[in-house]
């Protein structure tokens, strides 16, 4: 199947080893990925925390683009980008004053019809049967804390996916594969999102009470689908461990590393040996 | 040729600030059937009563109409004014040139232009009208109380005690209700039972009483005064008149492990079963979904045991029919669930509190069973988890109440009381046990009411936090509240051993099912709709049929109590004739020239019209006709919005004075 | 976050209730806040509190009165915004050089300025340390979707 690909700024930038993981694994299930052609930035927190307008404006040009280019479905495997071109869709085709206000301003004539998906969501229509019926590898000894973050789920009004306070879209997915996933009690506390730079106290105590829950009930990894996410809890793992004097030896996956594993697919080709934190 | 008094009241400035009233009695006083044109100050008044009885009779009017407020002040009073100066009280009519005029509008001429036109149109109308006579219903002097907990109760020892035979049906296998489960009440901290069991058996004893228990209403025919209700009385298994409530039977059960529903799943009850020891008839039944017997033909133990031979397997439902004039629901309520499945999308369970998978986050009912002498920890305050003893307690208020998002709109009223007196009776049992409660607001508006929250603050030092728990996770075997002080401007967390949720006042399963039955209106919460909430909280628009208890809306027992007693109060005023008499302005059918199409049986949302054969002589059907029940007919005319053939007209507001007042205007 | 605010978000909220923007604008809380969403998706009345954060924020920043001890955050967001401006799409290295930069001509914080600099060999080393970004192609268009949504 032929599905839409808006990888977002990350993806092309520091978190690369999430897309590569994501098309490693997406490849093995017979999912061609089309990449929007001239994408941009979808405004992220900038956008939103200093002009209204632009936070609109600038995921609308995206979803302009998307119809043009005849996409009815388009994967977004960044949490931020794919809540915040939802978030314009619905309010473009909502509004018909602020859809006629966005197209000027972005250009081209935007609807909002494109249907914009998560990485769990295409995992969920490629179908859990065939997962589990591909499946290459044992996952059993993998007890992953599957770690939600902010905006797989919220604002709930808007996104409609999974239950807010107690997902388990992603647990699902890896019990078909194999895996054991944990319950525990820090699957949507935020990580301290993008203050990474200028916050830093914010995301290592934040993302340190994550990884301490997700030991202390028995995980022997964290998953991610968020690449925010990932960096805090993985690049910023070391960082963590000085300023609490602590160990947590905890790899952080992402949702794609574990399913392209069972899969069959190695450690190399999903880069996750790109991480910070490895397996000891 | 008529002889129409027209009556203008200028109800001090009310209307005549923005009604010239002198010019429109004068305009009026001229149109052709109109005898004489009066202004008065306050009509409604004494002399203004006693000038339209004098122009009744001096100037021999045939009909009246009265230009003034709307006719649902004061239609009754000149009405009853015509009456008694000997004119028939249906030959009055109201033009309302307050409410629809003089209050509505600015400009002065325009207004006054308007109300000429208003009284213009009711004299079309009222030259018309025919005199007309209050039909005449017989009224069975029994009453039917559905619902056995203390509303209930009240309501029926009422009746019955002003000397009625009352028919009380309750779905459970005994009365008593949510009171019976109660461990004490504010703010007396009574002991519940102590003052509820004394009245039930009462009423269990009365000879103006039959209860029918484990028992539930089937359907409802009739109207006001005349009601015929069936009800189902579940399978029991056991028959109560042969057994003595030995006991032998529940003794040797096997099956145990079955959830008390009157504990609400705090313990467990065998599949036969008293719910409590105190219950009226204290005679068990049998859940046939937990006895072996029932569901695999084995066992049969208490079979064996049962003495009197009381037992039998091949009980079947039975359906009995009870004839009454009077109806008094009082079904009560139940408590909101925080579980995930919920029965209609407007709820949502609370997912921050766990969705009801901790097993030591419990409601406020399951408390009272907990903390109950009578309860199944025997009034120790154990955590459902372990058994262990609590030391930190955290109640949080407004669980589903108050909350659009995922909850009901409204307050529940009672929990701010409740939750204070669960503090209470929590630090009573454990003295070095703390208690936290998260509220938004205090609701104590009662007698002694807020004295006693000061009291649980001050004297059982209860830590109150204004602001709301926001989540609460399991870590440990103790559960994290992280909630907020706004007060202080602070987060608050607390590693509790129990919390205690104030979940939202609902009304009672299958509650809209039996209003329907009932012809009774229902809000969307589900709550049954009074006919007027300032004047008439107990009685509801189906004639014959009153509200009381929390099935109308949340409310604490002695309001309950009260409400029964109200609603017990119009029954025997119903009671008091031997005839009740409704408005003739109901529909009636010109049997000649009806098509026999039924259209107008088939639309009226009161079943009021019934078919009818019109017969000879010699029993030879003649025609088919529609027929209105005057006594179930609400004068509402559906029917004659439907009827094709014209048949059907509506005493009162025939077709005849509809077009002639809007000719009027033209 | 609410542990580390000096004003609670139910105290910025009754604030504008209050027309006191102009002093829930000047909060730390308002630059502290991460955009979680989890207070609009509890709120019992459907406020959107986050929102209503955002809306201060960027009146903080059009008063010129957001909070001093959180001008780095400020600082951050603003380079981001001016960083897609110029490129269409994020260009990390730059960012980061623009904002340590301009954060130590305001703080003179030289432990700051290099602090994350260690990173950027581990960085190298798995392929994750770009020189150069990405541009979109037709970036005149981003510039007049900017002018246009911040001059109105």
Known sequence: MEIGYYPGCALHGSSNDYEMSVRACLNVLDVQLRELDEWICCGATAAHALNRKLALALPARNLALAERNGMAEMLSPCPMCSMELIKAGQAVSQDAELRGELSEIVELEVHGSTSVLNLIQVFQKIGLDLLGKLGARSLEDFKPACYYGCLLTRPPETLRFDDCEQPNSMETILRAVGAEPVDWNYKTECCGAGMTMANEDTVLELSHRILTNAAAHGANCVVVACPMCHVNLDMKQADIERRYRVRHDMVVYYLSDLVGLALGLDEHSLGVDRHFVVKQ | ?666 | MAEYMDVLPNQLIRLVQLDRADKAMKADAVWQCVSCLTCSTRCPKSVDCAGVIDALRQLSVEYEVASPRQRRTVLFQKAFLQNIRRHGRLNELELIAVFKTRSFIKDLDIPFLFKDSMLAPKMIKRRKFHLTGESVEDRGVVDRIFERCMSA
């Not at chain 2, 008065?40 to 008044?45: A, F, I, T």
Request: charged content about 25%; glycine content about 8%.
């Open chain 2, 1 to 666: 040729m008529a002889r129409i008094g027209v009556f203008i009241c200028w109800c001090g400035e009310n209307i005549a600030r923005n009604v010239d009233v002198e010019k429109v009695a004068e305009e009026v006083g001229t149109l052709p059937g109109v005898r004489c044109s009066v202004t008065y100050k306050y009509l409604c008044s004494d002399p203004g009563q006693a000038l339209i009885r004098e122009k009744i009779v001096d100037e021999r009017l045939d009909g009246v109409v009265v230009a003034s407020c709307s006719p649902h002040m004061h239609l009754k009073t000149f009405r009853t004014a015509a009456q008694n100066a000997g004119l028939n009280a249906y030959l009055v009519e109201m033009a309302n040139v307050r409410e629809h005029c003089s209050w509505v509008h600015e400009d002065r001429d325009k207004a006054t232009v308007k109300a000429i036109d208003l009284v213009r149109m009711a004299v079309a109308k009222v030259l018309r009208s025919h005199a007309l006579e209050p039909i005449r219903v017989p009224v069975t002097k029994r009453a039917m109380v559905i619902g056995g907990g203390v509303a209930g109760i009240q309501a029926a020892l009422d009746i019955a005690d002003a000397g009625y035979h009352v028919v009380l049906v309750e779905r459970d296998p005994s009365i008593g209700g949510k009171m019976a489960g109660l461990s004490e009440t504010f703010p007396t901290l009574d002991c519940s039972q102590c003052i509820l069991t004394p009245r039930m058996v009462e009423v269990g004893q009365h000879a103006n009483i039959t209860l029918h228990t484990y028992s539930e209403v089937e359907a409802v025919e009739g109207y006001l005064g005349n009601f015929k209700v069936s009800i189902r009385k579940k399978a029991r298994y056991v028959d109560i008149n042969k057994c003595n409530g030995c006991g032998e039977c529940w003794n040797v059960c096997p099956s145990k492990k079955n959830l008390s529903e009157f504990d609400f799943n705090m313990g467990m009850r065998k599949a036969i079963y008293v719910p409590f020891p105190q219950a009226v008839p204290a005679r068990p039944v049998i859940d046939n979904d937990a006895c072996i017997k029932l569901t695999k033909g084995k066992c049969g133990l208490c079979e064996k045991k049962c003495q009197p031979g009381a037992i039998n397997f091949d009980d079947k439902d039975e359906l009995v029919t009870e004839e009454v004039g009077a109806v008094v629901i009082a079904t009560g309520y139940k408590p909101y669930d925080i579980g995930k499945e919920q029965e209609n999308a407007q709820l949502s369970g609370y997912g921050e509190y766990g969705y009801d998978e901790h097993k030591d986050v419990i409601d406020s009912l399951q408390f009272e069973r907990i903390v109950s002498a009578s309860g199944p920890t025997g009034g120790q305050i154990q955590r459902p988890s372990d058994g262990g003893e609590p030391k930190t307690v955290v109640f949080i208020s407004c669980v589903g109440s108050r909350d659009d998002a995922k909850g009901l709109s409204y307050c529940s009223k009672i929990c701010c009381m409740y939750t204070a007196k669960h503090a209470m009776l929590y630090k009573h049992k454990v003295h070095d046990g703390v208690a936290h409660v998260f509220y938004m607001d205090i609701r104590s508006g009662g007698k002694s009411y807020d004295e006693f929250v000061r009291r649980a603050i001050e004297q059982d030092e209860a830590q109150y936090h204004r602001g709301r728990v926001s989540k609460i996770t399991g870590e440990n075997g103790k559960l994290i509240v992280r909630g907020v002080d706004t007060l202080a401007g602070e987060p608050v967390t607390i590693e509790a051993d129990l919390v205690v949720l104030a979940t939202a006042m609902r009304p009672a399963d299958g509650v809209r099912d039996l209003a329907r039955k009932l012809n009774v209106g229902y809000d969307e919460f589900g709550f049954l709709s009074e006919s007027h909430p300032k004047l008439r909280p107990v009685e509801t628009n189906a004639a014959g049929v009153f509200v009381c208890g929390a099935c109308q809306g949340p409310k604490d027992i002695p309001e309950a109590v009260a409400q029964a007693s109200a609603a017990a109060a119009k029954v025997q005023v119903m009671f008091s004739r031997d005839e009740l008499a409704r408005e003739p302005e109901v529909a009636r059918v010109d049997e000649q020239i009806c098509a026999a199409c039924f259209t107008c049986v088939r639309t009226c949302p009161y079943t009021a019209i019934e078919e009818a054969e019109i017969r000879d002589r010699n029993d030879k059907l003649v025609k088919r006709t529609a027929r209105v029940n005057p006594g179930l007919c609400m004068g509402c005319g559906t029917c004659l919005a439907v009827c094709p053939s014209k048949s059907i007209d509506l005493e009162g507001f025939t077709e005849q004075q509809v077009y002639a007042e809007v000719e009027s205007l033209v």
